[in-house]
C-alpha cells in the first residue's frame, strides 16, 4: 500500500558511471517531482512532471535526464556520475491543480558517488 | 521570488517542555504555506498545511503553526516536546514564480530532544 516508492534505496558507484533512480507512485497523482537534498540538508527541487509533461526544469545539468513512461512513473537517469552528485534524491507527487495540494514523498535514493 | 527562512539550524528541548520552530517566508501574495518533518533516514511527512481561513492550523502529532501576515511568519508550535519528536523539520512556502507553481523549502531546523 505505498504511496510513493523509490529503488533503489542505496547507489553505491564509481565516477563516470550511469545510472537510474525509478519511482512510481499508486496515488492516481497527475504530478510528479524529483528533489535533490545535499548534505547539509538543503531541499531542492529539480524537475517537474504532470502527466508526463515537463513542467519544471531547474538549472540542473544536462547529464540528469527525467523520463517519465507515464503519470504513474517518472524515473531520474544520471550520465557521467560525478562526486557532486553524492547526496539523496526524492521523488515526489501531487494531485494537479491548485497551489494548495500537499505533496506527497517516497523514502528517498541515496546516491554515493566514490 | 518567494523564499524561506529557518533562523535556527539546531533546537535542543528537554522532553515535555514546549517548542516553536520559526519559519518566514517571502512572497507577494498570500503564499501557501506547509510544515513537514523528515525522521533519519526517512521521506518527508506533512504536519500541517495553510492557505486560508483561520490563521492557527492543527496539524498532526499535536503540532500547531500559526500564520501571521504581518511579521511574514509561520512558526511551529508544540506545547510538550515527546523523545519521538527528533527530528528534521522542513518550512515551504508554495506559490507561483514565473507561472509555475513550485514549492521552495527553508534549510531545515534540527530539533534535538533530551530525556
Known amino acids: 500500500d505505498t504511496a510513493v516508492s523509490q529503488t533503489p534505496k542505496y547507489l553505491v558507484t564509481q565516477m563516470g558511471n550511469d545510472k537510474s533512480i525509478k519511482c512510481e507512485q499508486n496515488l492516481g497523482h497527475d504530478t510528479m517531482y524529483w528533489y535533490k537534498q545535499d548534505s547539509k540538508k538543503f531541499l531542492k527541487i529539480m524537475f517537474s512532471y504532470n502527466n508526463k509533461e515537463l513542467i519544471i526544469n531547474e538549472t540542473v545539468p544536462n547529464r540528469f535526464s527525467p523520463k517519465s513512461p507515464d503519470k504513474a512513473h517518472l524515473n531520474l537517469h544520471i550520465n557521467s556520475l560525478e562526486l557532486g552528485d553524492s547526496a539523496v534524491y526524492f521523488c515526489?507527487?501531487?494531485?494537479?491543480?491548485?497551489?494548495?495540494?500537499?505533496?506527497?514523498f517516497g523514502p528517498g535514493t541515496r546516491l554515493t558517488v566514490l | 521570488a518567494q523564499s524561506v527562512t529557518q533562523p535556527d539550524i539546531h533546537i535542543t528541548v528537554s522532553e515535555g517542555a514546549s517548542l516553536e520552530l520559526r519559519c518566514n517566508y517571502s512572497?507577494?501574495?498570500?503564499?501557501?504555506l506547509f510544515w513537514y518533518v523528515q525522521s533519519p533516514g526517512q521521506g518527508l511527512q506533512l504536519l500541517l498545511k495553510y492557505f486560508s481561513g483561520d490563521t492557527l492550523v492543527q496539524g498532526i502529532k499535536g503540532f500547531e503553526a500559526e500564520f501571521k501576515r504581518s511579521q511574514s511568519s509561520f512558526n511551529l508550535r508544540k506545547p510538550s516536546v515527546h523523545w519521538s519528536d527528533a527530528a528534521e523539520y522542513f518550512c515551504?512556502?508554495?506559490?507561483?514564480?514565473?507561472?509555475?507553481?513550485?514549492?521552495?523549502f527553508g534549510t531545515g531546523t534540527r530539533l534535538k530532544v533530551l530525556a
Open positions: 515551504a512556502v508554495g506559490g507561483h514564480t514565473s507561472g509555475t507553481y513550485k514549492y521552495i
Open positions: 512572497y507577494g501574495a498570500t503564499p501557501y
Open positions: 515526489a507527487s501531487s494531485p494537479v491543480g491548485a497551489g494548495s495540494n500537499e505533496q506527497f
